[in-house]
């Protein structure tokens, strides 16, 4: 005390946000107190709310992030209308849809973001702005929606009229590459550049994501030919 009166210069509060009691208190006196409301303190930090599920290679999330703006004690901080948080993937994979987030009340929320990448591989995803400390997790994405055909064995042993020795076989695969191996009822045929012609079955039906030909053949005159599987 100084002239009867003391005078706090440095004193603060941290914790939740909500109604605390200040008693203020000397040796053989009779305490004093008083009713604080205490609000968020200045951002330090992201937090996942509501962390991403439900990972398809190329597609949006089906359980779209929430990241929470927080101070040091982890209050949100409603007073947030403006921060943006961006969504990356580590090594290997690349985000699709919308990467980043506009706080509304101290919350983002993505709407479209998804992820690209190995199915069955497990990635990392940063929510980052800024100056505060970023919020992660790991998701490990199943194969997307089949896009594609790639020949995973050539034709190969080309007799006119005849079988290949080799036949062929062909994945069906999404944008990423991976094979869809629920995939157990798409047909793919072959076909020949002019010139020649299919002999023996032109069609595989896929199992496991696969079409494996078993006697598809060629016949025409001596010569190079491209063979098409669609």
């Known amino acids: 005390a ?12 941290s914790g939740p946000v909500g109604s605390y009691t200040l008693t203020f208190g000397a040796s053989g006196f009779a305490s004093a107190t008083q009713s604080v409301a205490l609000t968020a303190g200045v951002a330090t930090q992201l937090a996942l709310t509501t962390s991403a599920a439900g990972a398809a290679s190329g597609a949006a999330f089906t359980t779209q992030p929430v990241v929470a703006i927080r101070d040091g004690v982890g209050n949100t901080v409603t007073s947030d209308n403006s921060s943006i948080v961006t969504m990356t993937v580590s090594a290997g994979g690349t985000v699709v849809g919308t990467a980043t987030s506009t706080a509304s009340g101290g919350v983002a929320r993505f709407s479209t973001v998804g992820i690209a990448g190995t199915a069955g591989t497990s990635y990392t995803l940063t929510f980052a702005k800024t100056g505060l400390i970023p919020a992660t997790q790991s998701i490990t994405p199943t194969f997307g929606t089949a896009s594609q055909v790639f020949l995973t064995t050539n034709a190969a042993g080309a007799a ?4 290949f020795t080799t036949q062929p076989g062909v994945a069906i695969r999404d944008g990423a590459g991976n094979t869809v191996t629920s995939d157990n009822s798409s047909i793919v045929t072959v076909t020949v550049s002019t010139g020649g012609s299919v002999v023996g079955t032109a069609t595989a039906t896929a199992s496991g994501g696969v079409a494996r030909f078993s006697t598809v ?5 001596v010569g190079s030919y491209t063979l098409t599987f669609g």
């Not at 100084?2 to 509060?13: C, E, H, K, P």
């Open 217 to 221: 053949g060629l016949s025409g005159p």
């Open 2 to 13: 100084s002239g009867g009166v003391a005078r706090f210069s440095t004193v603060g509060l």
């Open 160 to 163: 006119s009229g005849a079988a």
